[in-house]
Nanobody, 126 residues
Framework: RVQLVESGGGSVQVGGSLRLSCAASGDTYSDMCVGWFRQAPGKEREGVATTYLGGFDRAYSDSVKGRFAITTDYANNAVYLQMNSLEPEDTAMYYC???????????????????WGQGTQVTVSS
């Protein structure tokens, strides 16, 4: 399996920027599907962005398109989420996840993500 540890969360004002980091270890490979998800209090978890660990085929939810960017550093087994023009609606716990090695299909937020980090909190003040 894959172990994931998120970092980089914090409190920012509207319009600010933040970069989240996800350190992956264990059974990693370049075409492993990875993604960022978020969950606000009282809300269901929602997908934010996905990519392959090798850094190709990026996809974003409509709510963050043009503001967020998912990138990777495969040599260091790292995944990043650059968050710009932050809005109060972006306030949530953000999680990094990886799809199981035996899973098939498109790398999108509906994929069968099996391994999850513990999350990092992002708070955007109004």
């Amino acid at each position: 399996r894959v172990q994931l540890v998120e970092s980089g969360g914090g409190s920012v004002q509207v319009g600010g920027s933040l970069r989240l980091s996800c350190a992956a270890s264990g059974d990693t490979y370049s075409d492993m599907c990875v993604g960022w998800f978020r969950q606000a209090p009282g809300k269901e978890r929602e997908g934010v962005a996905t990519t392959y660990l090798g850094g190709f085929d990026r996809a974003y939810s409509d709510s963050v398109k043009g503001r967020f960017a998912i990138t990777t550093d495969y040599a260091n087994n790292a995944v990043y989420l650059q968050m710009n023009s932050l809005e109060p609606e972006d306030t949530a716990m953000y999680y990094c996840a990886a799809r199981g090695r035996d899973s098939v299909g498109d790398c999108d937020t509906g994929a069968a993500f099996a391994d999850w980090g513990q999350g990092t909190q992002v708070t955007v003040s109004s």
